[in-house]
Structures are given as C-alpha cells and as structure tokens.
C-alpha cells in the first residue's frame, strides 16, 4: 500500500518543461510538425520560443520573421539556411 501511495504522490506532480533552447538566427529546422502557430500570441521569438518550452515533447522551433508563423518541432533531422527565420533547438 505504501508503495502505491508513493507512486500517487510522484505522479501528481507536474513535469518539468523542455531543456533551454538555443537560438539561432538564419536558420529553419527540417523534422516532424508538431503544430503551427499563427495566433497574436506566437507572433515574436520569444512567443514561439515560450509555445515550445510548455511542450515536453517539441525539440524545436522555427519562427518566420516574415509570415510571422511559429512552427514546433517534435522531432529534428537538420538545419537549412533561412534568412527570413530564426529557430530554436534543444541544447
């Protein structure tokens, strides 16, 4: 019983957020979507940045100064050259 009891207890804690992201301007992520932002509220680097902090399961994210999207990553398989973006992975 007291082991089902402790179990409870550590599972009703909230998990923590993603590592800190390393930004790089210049660049866009290649990899699996997990979502795109378009919302006023994703609208900057840090909106985006913030979107996939909150995320367990996003690595990275792009955000295109022009468009003004913010796409997550939920998994990674390169970088490309992207003047128009600014992009953050897991370090």
Do not use: H, W
């Amino acid at each position: 019983m007291k082991k089902f009891i402790m179990a409870a207890v550590l599972f009703s804690f909230p998990f923590t957020a993603n590592a800190s992201l390393e930004i790089q301007e210049g660049f866009s992520v290649n990899g699996s979507i997990f979502a795109v932002k378009k919302s006023k509220k994703f609208s900057s680097v840090s909106g985006c940045k913030a979107a996939a902090e909150s995320k367990e399961i996003v690595k990275a994210f792009t955000f295109n100064k022009k468009t003004q999207k913010c796409t997550l990553y939920k998994t990674i398989r390169g970088l490309r050259v992207d003047e128009k973006s600014v992009s953050g992975t897991q370090s």
